[in-house]
C-alpha cells in the first residue's frame, strides 16, 4: 500500500535522469515512462511523488508526428538514451535517442515554467548540435 500522493518505486536499470535543481525533482526514464521523485517528501528515499506517466504526457511533441518522429524514424516515445540539461547559456532540455535530439521547448532550470507548457521539438542529430564534444565520434 502507497502512501496517499505517492506511487511506488523507482524501477531499477534506468535510461536517463535529471535533477531538477530549483523544485529538487529528479525525473528519471526508463523505456517509454518517466517517474518523479522529491527526495524533500520521502524519508524512505523510494517513492514517486506523482504517478508514472508516457514521456508524451510529460514532453509532447510540438507539431504532433513531425517533432515526434526524426528524419530517420527514431522517436523518443519509446524511451531515450540520454537527457542532457545544460547548465549555461541558452540552459536547455534535450532529450537524445540514438544519433537524434530533441529539445524542450518551455523548460527553464530557473523553475519559471509551466510544465503544461512544454512541447518538444526535433533539432537533429546530436552531434550536430555539440559538435565540439571532444570525445564525439562524429562523421565527417
Given at each position: 500500500?502507497?502512501?496517499p500522493?505517492?506511487f511506488?518505486?523507482?524501477p531499477?536499470?534506468?535510461?536517463?535522469?535529471?535533477?531538477?535543481?530549483?523544485?529538487?525533482?529528479?525525473y528519471?526514464?526508463?523505456?517509454?515512462?518517466?517517474?518523479?521523485?522529491?527526495?524533500?517528501?520521502?524519508?524512505?528515499?523510494?517513492?514517486c511523488?506523482?504517478?508514472p506517466?508516457?514521456?508524451?504526457?510529460?514532453?509532447p511533441p510540438?507539431?504532433?508526428?513531425?517533432d515526434?518522429?526524426?528524419?530517420?524514424?527514431?522517436?523518443?516515445?519509446?524511451?531515450?538514451?540520454?537527457?542532457?540539461?545544460?547548465?549555461?547559456?541558452?540552459?536547455?532540455?534535450?532529450?537524445?535517442?540514438g544519433?537524434?535530439?530533441?529539445?524542450?521547448?518551455?523548460?527553464?532550470?530557473?523553475?519559471?515554467?509551466?510544465e503544461?507548457?512544454?512541447?518538444?521539438?526535433?533539432?537533429?542529430k546530436?552531434?550536430?548540435?555539440?559538435?565540439?564534444?571532444?570525445?564525439?565520434?562524429?562523421?565527417?
Open positions: 500500500m502507497f502512501r500522493g505517492h511506488g518505486m523507482i531499477d536499470n534506468l535510461d536517463s535522469a535529471f535533477f531538477e535543481y530549483n523544485t529538487k525533482v529528479i528519471f526514464f526508463k523505456g517509454s515512462m518517466v517517474y518523479k521523485y522529491d527526495y524533500k517528501l520521502s524519508g524512505s528515499h523510494s517513492c511523488i506523482e504517478k506517466r508516457q514521456i508524451t504526457s510529460v514532453f510540438m507539431n504532433g508526428r513531425n515526434l518522429h526524426a528524419p530517420s524514424g527514431e522517436t523518443y516515445a519509446d524511451g531515450v538514451d540520454s537527457v542532457y540539461l545544460s547548465w549555461s547559456a541558452p540552459y536547455q532540455l534535450h532529450l537524445i535517442k544519433e537524434e535530439a530533441w529539445r524542450v521547448d518551455g523548460y527553464s532550470i530557473f523553475g519559471q515554467y509551466n503544461a507548457n512544454l512541447r518538444v521539438r526535433y533539432v537533429g546530436w552531434n550536430t548540435i555539440w559538435h565540439y564534444l571532444c570525445e564525439a565520434d562524429c562523421p565527417t
